[in-house]
Nanobody, 126 residues
C-alpha cells in the first residue's frame, strides 16, 4: 500500500489548509485512516482518525473545533481541513492506514497503523 499526502505549506496564523492523502495498491477491504503529526524534537502524535464508514471520528483535544477529517472511499482518500491554524500546529503531517473494526483507543496510537505516507510540512507563522 502506498500513501501520497499533499496540501501542506506556509500559512499565517488564523489561516486554513486542506491536506489530502490517497491510498493505492493492495489495501484492506475496509480500513481506517488517520492523520498524525510530528513537530521538531517531539514524538509523532495523533491528530484525527476516521473509520471506514466515516461514522466514527476522533480528534486530539488541541485541534477539536478547528480541524475536520473526512474521506472519500471511491478514491481511497482522506482529507484534513484545518482552520484557525496556530503556530503550534507547525509540524510534518502524516496520513496512515490501519484495519477497520470496532473502535478502540488503540486507533489513536501510531503503532496501530500499518502503512504511512511520506509526510507533508505545515508551517504556521505568527
Amino acid at each position: 500500500v502506498q500513501l501520497q499526502a499533499f496540501g501542506g505549506g506556509l500559512v499565517q496564523a488564523g489561516g486554513s489548509l486542506r491536506l489530502s492523502c490517497a491510498a493505492s495498491g493492495s489495501t484492506e477491504k475496509r480500513f481506517r485512516m488517520g492523520w498524525f503529526r510530528q513537530a521538531p524534537g517531539k514524538e509523532r502524535g495523533f491528530v484525527a482518525i476516521i473509520s471506514w464508514s466515516g461514522v466514527v471520528t476522533y480528534y486530539a483535544d488541541s485541534v477539536k473545533g478547528r480541524f475536520t477529517i473526512s474521506r472519500d472511499n471511491t478514491k481511497n482518500a482522506v482529507y484534513l481541513q484545518m482552520n484557525s491554524l496556530k503556530p503550534e500546529d507547525t509540524a510534518v503531517y502524516y496520513c496512515a492506514v490501519g484495519p477497520d473494526g470496532t473502535y478502540s483507543s488503540r486507533w489513536l496510537v501510531s503503532y496501530e497503523y500499518d502503512y504511512w505516507g511520506q509526510g507533508t510540512q505545515v508551517t504556521v507563522s505568527s
